[in-house]
T-cell receptor, first 111, second 115 residues
Framework: QKEVEQNSGPLSVPEGAIASLNCTYSDRGSQSFFWYRQYSGKSPELIMFIYSNGDKEDGRFTAQLNKASQYVSLLIRDSQPSDSATYLCAVTGQGAQKLVFGQGTRLTINP | DVKVTQSSRYLVKRTGEKVFLECVQDMDHENMFWYRQDPGLGLRLIYFSYDVKMKEKGDIPEGYSVSREKKERFSLILESASTNQTSMYLC??????????????FGAGTRLSVL
């Protein structure tokens, strides 16, 4: 079983709708959870991080964490074509200094 | 703004060459990382350094070595490049925090082709 699992997609969402990206992780000791966005040919950039159970909102983005279910998600409201990218979920691994990345979900927003 | 700079965006080398990839960060971060990213395999950690002259192997260290002589600079070395090392290489850095808040900031990446 992979340590961090994401649906690779592609996930296709119409412009203006809510895009929902999901991630599960296997290490119950993980404490920090990150969402990175990566445009094609570019490097990952951080868009959200969450440490506590519940929701965290930042503009059009909401991260949701459920440690009991070992599940973290990212919601993108009012999706725009510029949101089309691969979204990487990352969680702290053995030793809090390292991150374990999922393979990413490719998201396409259709105008 | 955090700046992580990788010396080359694109690099073409021949099999057997010694290859140096350089990374510099300007945020006084303790931790620095080298990853490679391949389609279908995601980001894989090659090496990690948490202090000057300190290093730790990641998930795929074979065929690579690293050097960290100064805090701001972390070099990845391919001792004898092979075609299976053709990949996108990403450097990242972060603070050494007491808690679990470990945000990594990435450089622009180096796309290496080994012919």
């Amino acid at each position: 079983q992979k340590e961090v699992e994401q649906n690779s997609g592609p996930l296709s969402v119409p412009e203006g709708a809510i895009a929902s990206l999901n991630c599960t992780y296997s290490d119950r000791g993980s404490q920090s959870f990150f969402w990175y966005r990566q445009y094609s040919g570019k490097s990952p950039e951080l868009i959200m991080f969450i440490y506590s159970n519940g929701d965290k909102e930042d503009g059009r983005f909401t991260a949701q964490l459920n440690k009991a279910s070992q599940y973290v998600s990212l919601l993108i409201r009012d999706s725009q074509p510029s949101d089309s990218a691969t979204y990487l979920c990352a969680v702290t691994g053995q030793g809090a200094q390292k991150l374990v990345f999922g393979q990413g979900t490719r998201l396409t927003i259709n105008p | 703004d955090v700046k992580v700079t990788q010396s080359s965006r694109y690099l073409v080398k021949r099999t057997g060459e010694k290859v140096f990839l350089e990374c510099v960060q300007d945020m006084d971060h303790e931790n620095m990382f080298w990853y490679r990213q391949d389609p279908g395999l995601g980001l894989r950690l090659i090496y990690f350094s948490y202090d000057v002259k300190m290093k730790e192997k990641g998930d795929i260290p074979e065929g690579y070595s690293v050097s960290r002589e100064k805090k701001e600079r972390f070099s990845l070395i391919l001792e004898s490049a092979s075609t299976n090392q053709t990949s996108m290489y990403l450097c990242a850095s972060s603070y050494m925090t007491s808690g679990a808040k470990n945000i990594q900031y990435f450089g622009a990446g180096t796309r290496l082709s080994v012919l």
